[in-house]
């Protein structure tokens, strides 16, 4: 049953077994779970069906630059920001969970087994097909994305990424939900405080507020779906209530970790081009190569985890001679503003780049290119029902700038705080504290280096770029918009982490927090694959707990 929280009577808020709160990827699995092993469930969600601009006051917050504001890259509806998410499903790594020497704060409390045998069904949750991210999920005997390829193993490698529909969590169990006996889901719910006991081992109650009355919601389990930022803002404020809760001084709001994107070099090819567009899978999925540095390697190069991929030239410069990229960019208004700035590579135009005369030039050359666009995009973005994940043209130079994409290491400066401002719920907002730390660059420098030097090692490829520019353009990365992770992290004990093996917040026994905050270090991977198989790990732990 789906409804909103001013219809409800006072019994739906009395005696919850599970109360969830936040309907994005992590809220929605954990109540289907919850509900199809036979357990009532309260879905809480702060938002309404779908965007409502007199919300977003609530994500308004202060973000140091080049942080994307604080509001940016989520969203606050049903289904929360699967709405607009790229679907890419990737898994962390085997490394990402042990303890590396060279990563500060490294080493998760779970083995990689205990979580990576749930990926199979975070796959299914995502539409993504198997969980085989290897070469051989193309076919059985793939030919490498370039010749030489092989010649660059065992240290470089590659593997698949694989795409989701990409899949509206909202759209895919609406049915399931509304026709539900035991979960109830309530819009315009927004949870505004968490209600702990004296001593803080807890939560009495929470706090519901549509904006104009306020109710209290009693339940056995309570678990924090909000989304990173928004989990951990709630946290932050019942520390300000609880002095029993200062114990989490040291980890609560800290080591916020973001991927970080340069796309940056020349890679060229003599001869045959390489593999650059989205391939099917085996079972039917579109999925893209790319390459990776192996464990040893990043070991023995104290090297942190991350990928490169292949990319196109910034759609906003005519210089790329593509019809098809001029015409998206001129008819980029109707982009939600997150997808146009990852096309643009993350950055502002210069007016060279604004100059649409030179973009419409492009359109009326390029005329033939543009009719395959167009068929693509309504047959395979537009009308289809498992859409091809973007757009990808490559430089009419033949050249291909490499997207890089990396982990950072944990820092305890890098927090999400609570400031004296507040919003319309009276809530405290948030400030976002995020920089790169020179390891963060030494590594992003080095993996480049070490790339050109195993690329230039080949016969036909080349990777060029100007090794002068190289350590500015790794201080100037950014942050990958929407991976917010690390500031409820997951550790053994309250006097270094939030959140225990299980995601129970540390001597809290009825507080879980199911998000990528709870995450201690990120690897490469976007993150929502492993929030839900984190998601299925705790379903699996609060149903082992009999709780009715
Ligand atoms: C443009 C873009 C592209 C992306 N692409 C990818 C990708 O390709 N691959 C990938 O893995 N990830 C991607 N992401 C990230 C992905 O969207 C998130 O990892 C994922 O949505 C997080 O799920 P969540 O359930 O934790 O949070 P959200 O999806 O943000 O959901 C949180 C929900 O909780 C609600 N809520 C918040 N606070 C409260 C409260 N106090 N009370 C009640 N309800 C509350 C919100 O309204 C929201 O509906 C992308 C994100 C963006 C913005």
Redesign the pocket.
Known sequence: MIKYLKECDAQTLEDVPFCV?????????MAVELARAGKRVLL????DWKDDSS?DD?YEGEATSPHPEAA???????????H???????PLDKLDLDIRPHVPYSGWPITYDEMSQYYPSAMDYCDAGQADFELTALGSNPDPMFDEFPSLYPEITECVER??L?TD?ARKFQTEISESKLLTVLLR????ALNTNEDGSNIESIT?SNGTEQWQVRAKQFIL????F??T??LLMAQQQCAAWQRFDASLGRFYTCHFDVIFGDLKFKGSLPKFDFEKTSDGVYARRKLNFSADYQLQNQLLNSTFRLHFPPYGNPAHGSGVLSFIYLAKSIL?R??QD?LNHGRGLTDEEQNKLLHIKNVLLGFPSMLRFGYDWLFKMKLAKRRL?YTLIANANGSYPLEFNSEQIPSAENRIELVSQHDSFS?PRIAVKWQLTDTDIESGVKSFELLQAALNKTNHCRLDFDSGLLREQMSGALPV????MGTTKMGHSDKDSVVNSDCQVHGVDNLYV???SVFPTSGH???????IALVLRLSDHLLSKDVT
């Open positions: 709160i936040g309907s994005g990827a992590a809220g929605i699995t809480l969600e702060a938002g919300l609530a940016e890259y989520r969203r606050q509806r049903f289904g929360g920001t699967t607009l998410w790229g679907g890419r499903c990737v795409y989701s990409p969590f719910a927004r949870c505004t519901l779906c909000g989304g990173g928004e989990t803002r709630l939600a997150e997808h990852i994940p809530m918009g929407g991976h917010h199911a998000s990528s991977a976007n993150p929502t694959l492993t929030i």
